[in-house]
């Protein structure tokens, strides 16, 4: 493998997103969204939460390590995003939304 210039992401083309939306549907059979915040209320210090829904909006049960692995995926692939705010991936069309913004939208 080819080393990569310093700042120069590992996965530079637009398509990675998409890719890891496929692995993560290999991965989640029939997840539908994920949502990925620093928020678990467990926890007393920042800590990755990442909760996932079917189509029919039911969560769904994830083994702890697949739910961060999954998480810390998310984020890498979008390293602008803010991580301080909660983020919810869809896996259909590969898009990552804050998921506060969709709430005040939908009037909630």
Do not use: N, Y
């Not at 939306?21 to 990925?36: E, H, K, N, S, Y």
């Amino acid at each position: 493998m080819l080393a990569m210039p310093i700042g120069t992401p590992a996965c530079p083309d637009a398509g990675r997103q998409r890719r890891l939306a496929a692995q993560l549907t290999d991965v989640i059979a029939g997840a539908a969204t994920m949502r990925v915040s620093l928020d678990d209320r467990k926890q007393t210090w920042p800590h990755l939460h990442a909760v996932v829904k079917d189509e029919a909006g039911k969560t769904m049960d994830l083994g702890r390590t697949t739910a961060r692995v999954a998480g810390r995926w998310i984020l890498r692939a979008w390293p602008e995003a803010v991580s301080t705010r909660p983020h919810t991936f869809r896996l259909a069309d590969a898009t990552l939304t804050r998921s506060d913004l969709t709430a005040a939208v939908r009037g909630r």
